[in-house]
């Protein structure tokens, strides 16, 4: 087809001069919806800046008090949600933060709240109950911090300062949807009580007094005093050294609660008393305080150090609904007699197991964040990440659970893992946790996907699938952490490996051949013809390297593992 030729148009200077400053306000497609922005705008880049900051570290507070208060919110349904606000909220500051570089402030500039803003976000963290907590955090912080970004967006300038605007419109979605579902929450646990509701009312009018004599969410105020650069010894540091306005409150927490439907009846008598850590005998004056809803008090977080044992752990009930029976590990054994042969039921004991014990990861790598405020930034990020996956983890095998006949509550349970790490420094929980027992299960879930795609159950093949592959990750976050405590000393690494062991050894003789006993041994179903029962389970070469192991490290813990190693 040849092209179409149009003929030229002449005009005379007059009509050519019209129709020049008619093509100048005349779109070029009329079609096209016009855009009216225009330049100009309130904030200069400083003050864009300032504010971006103030958005981010707002978002990092709240992250970091829903994570160390994911313990002491009893109802397992909000611990789920909550869970996921934790990493949506760390990524509302990491998205903010990689703003903030774009607007001239350098990375290692002060970023802290002024004096009496501070004051309000630690007055959050000061609810007599985690009902006044929920209050604080969705009906007062997250609602005002959107009222801020909704101006930002408003009045800044919407080309020049275009970033910003593309940043907070998905960060102001998000805190919305959280705010709707913290609300229908809030009410949920008013529950139509008049007296609860004029209580929360109360509480909320303290906090908005609080925040307005601030000034506001954003206001300039004054200046935080300053604080020496985050370094492994200065994150680690003990908490009575800090000064008051950077510690943590802190109360002793000997294991993870459920809610209402979980009953507790721990015996730690039922061993030798002389071979019981001293926390074992403590448990029955906690379990006597146990709270069981988020409407009933909370215990205060302060307390001294204990002498020769030092600060106290952080909370002396991580807690759990009455829907969940927790017992001793004798006790649990003696409950939950061999399900012998019946894959079903051992199916059904190892999901309400783990929809519990992911709960206890989820709300230790919380309390991480929460009790040392001074670690990087990225320690935090990382912990936000843990907490969301293990949150998931709990979720997953819980609707697993449902879709083999079981439900919440059905058996009892132990405290797990949680009342052991929580006793533990920080470097030594990550080493336990990460470098330790996730580390040892990722070649356990991939025998389980096994199993279970063995048995004719690919739902729960693929959902071992997915938990592994989140757990590599997770040994990674313990690989770089625990490394970056000990300055990447490995002679350090392996000492502390090895004294972690040691520790783990005592406490495992006593403890995990009960459990493994109610779960029905490992709660995995017999071999299936023709496997070799007594080969090691393979190590799997794969994630180890993802996890940032050095050939050498791999090549021990393939040693350690009976040789066995796996590609996948």
């Known amino acids: 087809m040849s092209a179409v030729v149009r003929p030229a148009v002449f005009t005379s200077s007059a009509s050519t001069g019209s129709s020049q400053a008619g093509a100048l306000s005349a779109p070029g497609l009329p079609l096209l919806p016009p855009d009216r922005r225009r330049l100009g705008g309130e904030f200069d880049v400083v003050e864009s800046g300032r504010r971006v900051v103030r958005y981010q570290m707002v978002e990092f507070h709240v992250m970091r008090l829903l994570a160390g208060w994911l313990a002491k919110i009893p109802e397992y349904e909000l611990k789920l949600e909550i869970g996921r606000h934790v990493w949506q909220d760390a990524q509302h500051a990491e998205s903010l933060r990689l703003r903030t570089s774009e607007l001239r402030i350098p990375a290692d500039a002060d970023r802290r709240a002024p004096v009496e803003v501070q004051r309000f976000l630690d007055a959050l963290d000061e609810a007599e109950t985690p009902l006044q907590f929920l209050v604080g955090v969705y009906r007062v912080a997250k609602p005002r911090l959107i009222s801020a970004m909704q101006y930002h967006m408003a009045v800044t300038d919407p080309i020049c300062d275009a970033p910003t605007i593309r940043t907070l419109r998905p960060v102001m979605a998000e805190e919305t949807e959280q705010v709707r579902w913290g609300e229908a929450a809030v009410e949920a646990l008013i529950a139509g009580d008049p007296s609860r509701s004029e209580h929360t009312a109360r509480w909320q009018q303290r906090l908005e007094t609080v925040l307005s004599e601030a000034g506001g969410i954003v206001a300039q105020g004054t200046p935080p005093p300053p604080e020496p650069p985050s370094t492994p010894e200065v994150a680690m540091e003990s908490l009575a050294t800090l000064p008051r306005s950077q510690s943590p409150r802190s109360e002793r927490l000997l294991i993870a609660a459920r809610d209402a439907r979980f009953y507790i009846d721990m015996t730690p008598r039922i061993l030798p008393e002389d071979d019981d850590p001293p926390e074992l005998l403590e448990l029955e004056a906690v379990l006597a305080a146990r709270r069981q809803s988020s409407?009933?008090?909370?215990?205060?977080?302060?307390?001294?150090?204990?002498?020769?044992?030092?600060?106290?752990?952080?909370?002396?009930?991580?807690?759990?609904?009455?829907?969940?029976?927790?017992?001793?590990?004798?006790?649990?054994?003696?409950?939950?007699?061999?399900?012998?042969?019946?894959?079903?039921?051992?199916?059904?004991?190892?999901?309400?197991?783990?929809?519990?014990?992911?709960?206890?990861?989820?709300?230790?790598?919380?309390?991480?964040?929460?009790?040392?405020?001074?670690?990087?930034?990225?320690?935090?990020?990382?912990?936000?990440?843990?907490?969301?996956?293990?949150?998931?983890?709990?979720?997953?095998?819980?609707?697993?659970?449902?879709?083999?006949?079981?439900?919440?509550?059905?058996?009892?349970?132990?405290?797990?893992?949680?009342?052991?790490?929580?006793?533990?420094?920080?470097?030594?929980?990550?080493?336990?946790?990460?470098?330790?027992?996730?580390?040892?299960?990722?070649?356990?879930?991939?025998?389980?996907?096994?199993?279970?795609?063995?048995?004719?159950?690919e739902v729960g093949a693929k959902m071992f699938d997915f938990i592994q592959a989140d757990e590599t990750r997770h040994v990674a976050f313990g690989n770089r952490w625990v490394k970056w405590l000990l300055h990447d000393d490995p002679e350090r690494l392996r000492l502390v490996g090895e004294e972690v062991d040691r520790m783990r050894i005592v406490h495992d003789k006593k403890v995990a051949a009960l459990v493994m006993q109610a779960l029905g041994d490992t709660g995995e179903a017999k071999p299936a013809a023709g496997s070799k029962q007594d080969d090691p389970t393979p190590v799997n070469v794969i994630s180890l390297k993802i996890a940032g192991f050095s050939d050498e490290e791999i090549a021990e813990l393939v040693q350690k593992g009976g040789g066995n190693a796996a590609l996948e």
């Open 295 to 457: 409407g009933q008090t909370a215990q205060a977080e302060r307390r001294p150090a204990e002498a020769d044992r030092g600060l106290p752990p952080p909370v002396p009930l991580a807690q759990r609904d009455a829907r969940f029976a927790m017992v001793h590990p004798a006790e649990q054994a003696t409950r939950m007699p061999s399900p012998g042969d019946d894959w079903a039921e051992k199916g059904r004991r190892l999901m309400h197991g783990m929809m519990d014990n992911e709960m206890h990861a989820a709300e230790l790598s919380g309390r991480n964040s929460y009790e040392f405020p001074r670690m990087p930034w990225e320690f935090h990020l990382d912990m936000a990440r843990v907490v969301w996956d293990e949150i998931r983890h709990s979720e997953e095998t819980c609707k697993h659970l449902e879709d083999l006949g079981g439900h919440v509550g059905m058996y009892p349970i132990v405290p797990g893992n949680f009342g052991y790490r929580i006793q533990l420094d920080l470097l030594h929980r990550l080493q336990d946790l990460h470098r330790r027992g996730e580390l040892g299960g990722l070649n356990g879930l991939l025998k389980s996907r096994n199993t279970f795609r063995e048995m004719g159950d």
